[in-house]
Protein backbone atom coordinates (compact mmCIF):
# COMPACT_ATOMS: atom_id res chain seq x y z
CA UNK A 1 0.00 0.00 0.00
CA UNK A 2 0.94 3.76 -0.69
CA UNK A 3 0.10 7.15 0.24
CA UNK A 4 -2.43 7.40 -2.24
CA UNK A 5 -4.26 3.96 -0.79
CA UNK A 6 -4.45 6.09 2.74
CA UNK A 7 -5.56 9.18 0.92
CA UNK A 8 -8.41 7.02 -0.23
CA UNK A 9 -9.19 5.38 2.63
CA UNK A 10 -9.17 8.57 4.83
CA UNK A 11 -11.66 10.13 1.86
CA UNK A 12 -13.75 7.44 1.21
CA UNK A 13 -14.48 7.31 4.84
CA UNK A 14 -14.89 10.91 5.17
CA UNK A 15 -17.55 11.05 2.31
CA UNK A 16 -19.51 8.11 3.71
CA UNK A 17 -18.97 9.62 7.40
CA UNK A 18 -20.65 13.15 5.66
CA UNK A 19 -23.39 11.43 3.52
CA UNK A 20 -24.88 9.32 6.61
CA UNK A 21 -24.01 11.32 9.55
CA UNK A 22 -27.06 10.52 11.01
CA UNK A 23 -26.27 6.90 10.88
CA UNK A 24 -22.80 6.63 12.21
CA UNK A 25 -23.72 9.39 14.44
CA UNK A 26 -26.23 6.61 15.58
CA UNK A 27 -24.07 3.21 15.11
CA UNK A 28 -20.96 4.86 17.37
CA UNK A 29 -23.31 6.98 20.40
CA UNK A 30 -23.50 4.62 22.94
CA UNK A 31 -19.63 3.87 22.91
CA UNK A 32 -19.30 7.58 22.49
CA UNK A 33 -21.54 8.22 25.69
CA UNK A 34 -20.35 5.54 27.76
CA UNK A 35 -16.10 6.57 27.05
CA UNK A 36 -17.67 10.05 27.71
CA UNK A 37 -18.72 8.76 31.50
CA UNK A 38 -16.23 6.52 32.41
CA UNK A 39 -13.69 9.56 31.64
CA UNK A 40 -15.74 11.75 33.67
CA UNK A 41 -16.00 9.21 36.37
CA UNK A 42 -12.06 8.76 36.40
CA UNK A 43 -11.29 11.76 36.77
CA UNK A 44 -13.83 12.59 40.05
CA UNK A 45 -11.91 9.21 41.59
CA UNK A 46 -8.78 10.78 40.99
CA UNK A 47 -9.78 13.84 42.77
CA UNK A 48 -11.23 11.30 45.59
CA UNK A 49 -7.80 9.72 45.82
CA UNK A 50 -5.71 12.76 46.03
CA UNK A 51 -8.35 14.05 48.73
CA UNK A 52 -7.94 10.96 50.51
CA UNK A 53 -4.22 11.06 50.63
CA UNK A 54 -4.14 14.36 51.38
CA UNK A 55 -6.63 13.52 54.89
CA UNK A 56 -4.82 10.30 55.27
CA UNK A 57 -8.91 9.18 55.63
CA UNK A 58 -9.19 5.43 55.89
CA UNK A 59 -11.19 4.43 52.54
CA UNK A 60 -11.41 2.49 50.12
CA UNK A 61 -11.12 3.92 46.35
CA UNK A 62 -10.89 0.43 44.57
CA UNK A 63 -14.54 0.88 43.77
CA UNK A 64 -14.53 4.01 42.24
CA UNK A 65 -11.75 2.70 40.01
CA UNK A 66 -13.16 -0.31 38.96
CA UNK A 67 -16.99 1.21 38.53
CA UNK A 68 -15.28 3.62 36.01
CA UNK A 69 -13.70 0.96 34.36
CA UNK A 70 -16.70 -0.77 33.51
CA UNK A 71 -17.70 1.78 31.86
CA UNK A 72 -14.81 1.71 29.62
CA UNK A 73 -14.87 -2.05 29.10
CA UNK A 74 -18.63 -2.01 28.07
CA UNK A 75 -18.07 0.81 25.37
CA UNK A 76 -14.65 -0.87 24.18
CA UNK A 77 -17.32 -3.90 24.00
CA UNK A 78 -19.19 -1.82 21.73
CA UNK A 79 -17.42 0.01 20.03
CA UNK A 80 -15.94 -3.04 18.90
CA UNK A 81 -19.50 -3.84 17.33
CA UNK A 82 -19.19 -0.77 15.79
CA UNK A 83 -16.25 -1.44 13.79
CA UNK A 84 -17.69 -4.66 12.50
CA UNK A 85 -20.71 -3.27 11.02
CA UNK A 86 -18.26 -0.66 9.59
CA UNK A 87 -16.49 -3.91 7.76
CA UNK A 88 -19.93 -5.40 6.86
CA UNK A 89 -20.59 -1.80 5.30
CA UNK A 90 -17.80 -0.99 3.45
CA UNK A 91 -17.96 -4.88 2.05
CA UNK A 92 -21.55 -4.11 1.30
CA UNK A 93 -22.88 -6.86 3.36
CA UNK A 94 -24.82 -4.62 5.87
CA UNK A 95 -27.47 -2.29 5.08
CA UNK A 96 -27.60 1.59 6.73
CA UNK A 97 -30.78 0.79 9.44
CA UNK A 98 -30.77 0.08 12.84
CA UNK A 99 -27.60 1.50 13.43
CA UNK A 100 -28.21 1.12 17.19
CA UNK A 101 -29.05 -2.16 17.38
CA UNK A 102 -25.81 -2.88 15.09
CA UNK A 103 -23.64 -1.47 17.45
CA UNK A 104 -24.05 -4.75 19.35
CA UNK A 105 -22.67 -6.52 16.56
CA UNK A 106 -20.07 -8.42 19.40
CA UNK A 107 -22.94 -9.97 20.59
CA UNK A 108 -24.61 -11.60 17.41
CA UNK A 109 -22.99 -15.00 18.32
CA UNK A 110 -21.48 -16.06 21.61
CA UNK A 111 -18.03 -16.54 19.47
CA UNK A 112 -17.24 -13.30 18.74
CA UNK A 113 -17.61 -12.39 22.35
CA UNK A 114 -15.26 -14.70 23.47
CA UNK A 115 -12.96 -14.95 20.74
CA UNK A 116 -12.58 -10.72 21.43
CA UNK A 117 -12.11 -11.63 25.13
CA UNK A 118 -9.47 -14.04 24.65
CA UNK A 119 -7.83 -12.05 22.16
CA UNK A 120 -7.63 -9.18 23.74
CA UNK A 121 -6.02 -10.62 26.81
CA UNK A 122 -3.33 -12.66 25.39
CA UNK A 123 -2.43 -9.17 22.76
CA UNK A 124 -2.12 -7.19 26.20
CA UNK A 125 0.51 -9.73 27.93
CA UNK A 126 2.15 -9.71 24.65
CA UNK A 127 2.68 -5.75 24.37
CA UNK A 128 3.26 -5.96 27.86
CA UNK A 129 6.04 -8.07 27.79
CA UNK A 130 7.50 -6.73 24.71
CA UNK A 131 6.96 -3.30 26.19
CA UNK A 132 9.14 -4.85 29.06
CA UNK A 133 12.24 -4.26 26.38
CA UNK A 134 11.10 -0.75 25.31
CA UNK A 135 8.19 1.46 24.53
CA UNK A 136 8.92 1.34 21.06
CA UNK A 137 8.99 -3.05 20.66
CA UNK A 138 5.39 -2.49 22.18
CA UNK A 139 3.86 -0.22 19.56
CA UNK A 140 5.57 -2.37 16.52
CA UNK A 141 3.65 -5.85 18.26
CA UNK A 142 0.41 -3.70 19.12
CA UNK A 143 0.08 -2.90 15.17
CA UNK A 144 1.63 -6.17 14.15
CA UNK A 145 -1.60 -7.66 16.74
CA UNK A 146 -4.21 -4.81 15.74
CA UNK A 147 -6.14 -7.05 12.56
CA UNK A 148 -6.35 -10.53 15.19
CA UNK A 149 -10.00 -10.34 15.78
CA UNK A 150 -11.25 -9.26 12.41
CA UNK A 151 -9.63 -12.62 10.91
CA UNK A 152 -10.89 -14.78 13.77
CA UNK A 153 -14.59 -13.22 13.31
CA UNK A 154 -13.90 -13.98 9.27
CA UNK A 155 -12.90 -17.51 9.69
CA UNK A 156 -16.06 -18.27 12.44
CA UNK A 157 -18.23 -16.87 9.59
CA UNK A 158 -16.28 -19.33 7.25
CA UNK A 159 -16.80 -22.06 9.25
CA UNK A 160 -12.84 -22.71 10.52
CA UNK A 161 -11.88 -23.43 13.74
CA UNK A 162 -9.35 -20.53 14.97
CA UNK A 163 -7.77 -20.15 18.34
CA UNK A 164 -7.20 -16.60 19.76
CA UNK A 165 -3.32 -17.50 19.14
CA UNK A 166 -3.80 -18.49 15.74
CA UNK A 167 -5.63 -15.28 15.11
CA UNK A 168 -2.97 -13.26 16.64
CA UNK A 169 -0.11 -14.77 14.17
CA UNK A 170 -2.25 -14.59 10.97
CA UNK A 171 -2.66 -11.15 12.25
CA UNK A 172 1.13 -10.90 12.95
CA UNK A 173 1.57 -12.35 9.48
CA UNK A 174 -1.31 -9.71 7.65
CA UNK A 175 0.60 -6.93 8.97
CA UNK A 176 3.98 -7.69 7.76
CA UNK A 177 4.85 -4.46 5.51
CA UNK A 178 2.02 -2.73 6.78
CA UNK A 179 2.18 -1.70 10.08
CA UNK A 180 3.81 1.57 9.21
CA UNK A 181 1.52 2.32 6.33
CA UNK A 182 -1.27 2.31 9.79
CA UNK A 183 0.77 3.71 12.13
CA UNK A 184 1.47 6.73 9.20
CA UNK A 185 -2.49 7.12 8.71
CA UNK A 186 -2.93 6.91 12.14
CA UNK A 187 -0.55 9.85 12.95
CA UNK A 188 -2.35 11.36 10.25
CA UNK A 189 -5.62 11.95 11.97
CA UNK A 190 -3.38 13.84 15.26
CA UNK A 191 -5.13 17.25 14.05
CA UNK A 192 -8.47 15.68 14.41
CA UNK A 193 -7.96 14.31 18.09
CA UNK A 194 -6.47 17.74 18.94
CA UNK A 195 -10.11 18.97 18.01
CA UNK A 196 -11.74 16.62 19.58
CA UNK A 197 -10.09 17.69 22.61
CA UNK A 198 -10.44 21.24 22.47
CA UNK A 199 -14.04 20.94 21.78
CA UNK A 200 -14.60 18.65 25.17
CA UNK A 201 -15.02 15.92 22.67
CA UNK A 202 -18.25 17.59 20.62
CA UNK A 203 -15.84 16.61 17.49
CA UNK A 204 -15.64 13.04 18.80
CA UNK A 205 -19.20 12.37 17.22
CA UNK A 206 -17.26 12.74 13.90
CA UNK A 207 -13.97 12.35 14.27
CA UNK A 208 -14.29 8.28 15.95
CA UNK A 209 -16.73 6.89 13.36
CA UNK A 210 -14.83 8.59 10.48
CA UNK A 211 -11.06 7.26 12.28
CA UNK A 212 -12.97 3.93 12.25
CA UNK A 213 -14.22 3.58 8.94
CA UNK A 214 -11.09 4.51 7.42
CA UNK A 215 -9.48 1.58 9.59
CA UNK A 216 -12.29 -0.58 8.35
CA UNK A 217 -11.72 -0.04 4.86
CA UNK A 218 -8.07 -0.67 5.69
CA UNK A 219 -8.67 -3.85 6.79
CA UNK A 220 -10.45 -4.71 4.03
CA UNK A 221 -8.52 -3.68 1.14
CA UNK A 222 -5.29 -5.82 3.22
CA UNK A 223 -7.52 -9.22 2.80
CA UNK A 224 -8.38 -8.43 -0.92
CA UNK A 225 -4.67 -7.41 -1.00
CA UNK A 226 -3.81 -10.91 0.37
CA UNK A 227 -6.22 -12.96 -1.83
CA UNK A 228 -4.07 -11.49 -4.71
CA UNK A 229 -1.06 -12.81 -3.99
CA UNK A 230 0.13 -15.98 -5.14
CA UNK A 231 -0.72 -19.17 -2.62
CA UNK A 232 -2.77 -17.18 -0.51
CA UNK A 233 -4.79 -19.33 1.48
CA UNK A 234 -6.11 -17.42 4.39
CA UNK A 235 -8.12 -14.72 5.55
CA UNK A 236 -11.12 -14.24 3.13
CA UNK A 237 -14.26 -11.64 2.64
Avoid: C
Wanted: aromatic share 18%; charged share 15%.
Amino acid sequence: MDKQDRVNFKLGAKEQISTHFKFYLLLSILWLALQWIGGTMDARDLNWAERINENSANFNVSGFFSFAGLFFFVAAMLRMGTRLTMIDLDRGKATLDNPIQRSFALFDKGQYFLGWIFISILSAIFISLWSLLLVFPGIIKAYSYSQAFYIYRDAYDRGEQMSALQAITASRRLMDGNKSFLFIMDLSFILWFMLVTITFNIAGLFVYPYYDLARAKFYNQLVVRQQDEPGATTTQI
